[in-house]
C-alpha cells in the first residue's frame, strides 16, 4: 500500500498546489508586478475619425438602449461613423435600429452568418482610422469612446478594450456571475499594465484599423483573433478603465455556454497561432499560468477527486468529504430558494462548478463544427422596453 499512497499524496499536493496558484496565485503575482512594474499609456485627448460596429443577432431587447447612449456620446458627430450590422434576426432588431438613421446611425440587414462574418462585412464599409467593436447588450457611458481614443496617442498600443463593469445582480444567480467578472477584470487589468492582455474585452473594444485583418467564418473569438495579430507585431492590447460600458448580469446557465464558447475559442486561437506557445509570445509565462491554466483546473479538480483516495488515514476521509461536501452544496443549489442563509455557500459552489464543467466541456471544439458552440448569451434586461 505504501507505493500508491506514496503517489497519491504527491499527485494530491501538486494538483492542489496547481489549482491554488491559477485561482490565487498568478492574480496575486500579477497583481504585485503590477503595482511595482506597470505602466498605462500616456493619453492625449485628440480626436481621430472613428467607425464604430455593432453586430446583432436577435438584440430588440436592447438595441434601442444601446443606440441611445451611442447618441449621447461626447463625441463629434461628424467623426464617428456608426453601423449596426443585423446578422440573420428575426425579431424587431433591425426596425428599432432604423429609426435613429436620422442621427446618423447606418443599418446592414446581412444573412444569418455569425458574429465574425458581420464584423468583416462591417470593416469592408469602415472608414475610420478607429474601428469600436461593441454588442448591443452594453450601454456606453458618454466620454468612453474620448477615452479610448485618447489611448492611442501613445503609439505603441494597438488595441484598447473599455472597462465592463456589471450591473447589480437580481438574484444569487446574477451575484455570483458578476463576482467572478469582476475577478477575471482584474488579471485583464493588471496584465494590460504589465504589457498586454492576450484579446480584448469583446463586448468593448477598438483597434486601429490598419491592424484589423478579416477573420475566418468560424472564429470563435473575433476578440482574441484581432488583437493577437496586433500583439505579435509588438503592439500593447490594454484595458482602459475610463472607458466604461455598462453589462446586464446574466444567468450561470447563460454564463456556462458563454463560456464554453470563450475556452474552445483559446484551444482554437491556439492551434491557428502555434507561436502563443513558443518564445514569440512575450508574456508566454502569464498566458500559461492564465488561460492554459484556467483550461487545465477541471482536469485538476478530478486529479485531487481520485488522488484522495489514495492519501493515508485521516487525510483520507477529510478530504473525500470535504469535497463531497462542496460538490453536493453546488448540487443543492440548483433546488434551494432565494432567501436562505445558506445559498450564501452553495452559490458560489454551483458557480465554480459550472465554470469547471464549461472549461471541460470546451475540448467539443475537437469534435465539433466552432459554429455548434455559438448559442446567444441571454440576459435579463431591467431597462426601458423596446420601443
Request: charged share 20%; net charge positive; with cysteine.
Amino acid at each position: 500500500m505504501w507505493f500508491p499512497v506514496h503517489i497519491g499524496s504527491w499527485v494530491f499536493l501538486a494538483s492542489a498546489a496547481l489549482i491554488v496558484y491559477v485561482i490565487a496565485g498568478h492574480p496575486l503575482l500579477l497583481k504585485l508586478l503590477a503595482a511595482r512594474f506597470g505602466r498605462l499609456p500616456q493619453k492625449r485627448y485628440e480626436t481621430r475619425t472613428v467607425s464604430m460596429l455593432i453586430a446583432v443577432f436577435n438584440g430588440e431587447k436592447f438595441i434601442g438602449e444601446k443606440l441611445d447612449s451611442v447618441v449621447a456620446l461626447d463625441y463629434p458627430k461628424e467623426l464617428l461613423q456608426v453601423i449596426v450590422l443585423s446578422d440573420g434576426s428575426t425579431d424587431a432588431t433591425a426596425r428599432i435600429a432604423g429609426q435613429y438613421a436620422d442621427r446618423g446611425i447606418q443599418v446592414i440587414e446581412l444573412p444569418r452568418g455569425g458574429k465574425p462574418a458581420a464584423i468583416n462585412a462591417g470593416m469592408k464599409l469602415a472608414t475610420g482610422e478607429i474601428l469600436v467593436l461593441t454588442d448591443a447588450r452594453q450601454t456606453l457611458e458618454p466620454d468612453s469612446i474620448r477615452e479610448m481614443v485618447a489611448c492611442f496617442a501613445d503609439p505603441s498600443v494597438g488595441v484598447v478594450s473599455g472597462d465592463l463593469p456589471m450591473r447589480k445582480g437580481a438574484d444569487s444567480e446574477e451575484s455570483n456571475t458578476s463576482l467572478y467578472w469582476r475577478y477575471d477584470r482584474a488579471i485583464r487589468k493588471d496584465l494590460g499594465k504589465l504589457g498586454s492582455t492576450f484579446g480584448a474585452t469583446g463586448p468593448f473594444y477598438a483597434i486601429r484599423r490598419s491592424l484589423a485583418r478579416p477573420m475566418p467564418a468560424d472564429t470563435l473569438l473575433d476578440d482574441m483573433f484581432l488583437p493577437l495579430g496586433p500583439f505579435f507585431q509588438g503592439y500593447r492590447v490594454i484595458v482602459d478603465e475610463q472607458a466604461r460600458a455598462l453589462e446586464y448580469p446574466f444567468s450561470v446557465k447563460s454564463e456556462f455556454t458563454r463560456k464554453i464558447r470563450t475556452q474552445a475559442g483559446i484551444y482554437q486561437s491556439v492551434m491557428r497561432r502555434p507561436a502563443l506557445l513558443t518564445p514569440k509570445n512575450r508574456l508566454l509565462f502569464h498566458f500559461i499560468s492564465y488561460k492554459l491554466g484556467r483550461l487545465a483546473l477541471p482536469w485538476l479538480f478530478l486529479l485531487v477527486l481520485a488522488s484522495s483516495f489514495f492519501l493515508p488515514p485521516p487525510f483520507a476521509a477529510i478530504a473525500v468529504g470535504a469535497q463531497a461536501f462542496f460538490y453536493l452544496a453546488a448540487l443543492a443549489d440548483f433546488w434551494l430558494p432565494e432567501g436562505l442563509s445558506i445559498k450564501r455557500i452553495t452559490a458560489p459552489a454551483r458557480t465554480v462548478v459550472v465554470m469547471l464543467a464549461a472549461a471541460a466541456a470546451a475540448v467539443a471544439v475537437f469534435f465539433v463544427p466552432p459554429h455548434k458552440l455559438w448559442k446567444v448569451t441571454e440576459a435579463r434586461h431591467r431597462g426601458r422596453p423596446a420601443p
